[in-house]
């Protein structure tokens, strides 16, 4: 069993920034690709970042040049630098791992419960 605990949500101004966190933990042999997704109301949920574990990145064209994504491969994280951000940014943001567990030769996708980003003066 693989668990994702998102964190670094919250409410911030337009052109503000914030960071958020993603800890996998439980099983895992090893961490394929990494990204963050969101879901704003009445919308679907869509890519906004991800990195594989050789850091190769790619970026939604809607965050490019204003988000940044990272991992450490030792500590089994992910992370998400948001800045200038604006209302269109608001929507939960889920965390997202292609996980090999122990045992196991396949990988399965997990996702995290999500945090809220609000974008709002």
């Known amino acids: 069993q693989v668990q994702l605990v998102e964190s670094g949500g919250g409410l911030v101004q337009p052109g503000g920034s914030l960071r958020l966190s993603c800890a996998a933990s439980?099983?895992?042999?090893?961490?394929?690709?990494m990204g963050w997704y969101r879901q704003a109301p009445g919308k679907q949920r869509e890519l906004v970042a991800t990195?594989?574990?050789?850091?190769?990145?790619i970026y939604a064209d809607s965050v490019k040049g204003r988000f940044t994504i990272s991992r450490d491969n030792a500590k089994n994280t992910v992370n998400l630098q948001m800045n200038s951000l604006t209302p269109e940014d608001t929507a939960v943001y889920y965390c997202?791992?292609?996980?090999?567990?122990?045992?196991?030769?396949?990988?399965?996708?997990?996702w995290g419960q999500g945090t809220q980003v609000t974008v709002s003066s």
């Open positions: 997202n791992a292609d996980v090999q567990s122990i045992g196991h030769s396949g990988s399965l996708g997990y």
């Open positions: 439980g099983s895992i042999f090893v961490i394929n690709d």
């Open positions: 990195i594989t574990s050789r850091r190769w990145k």
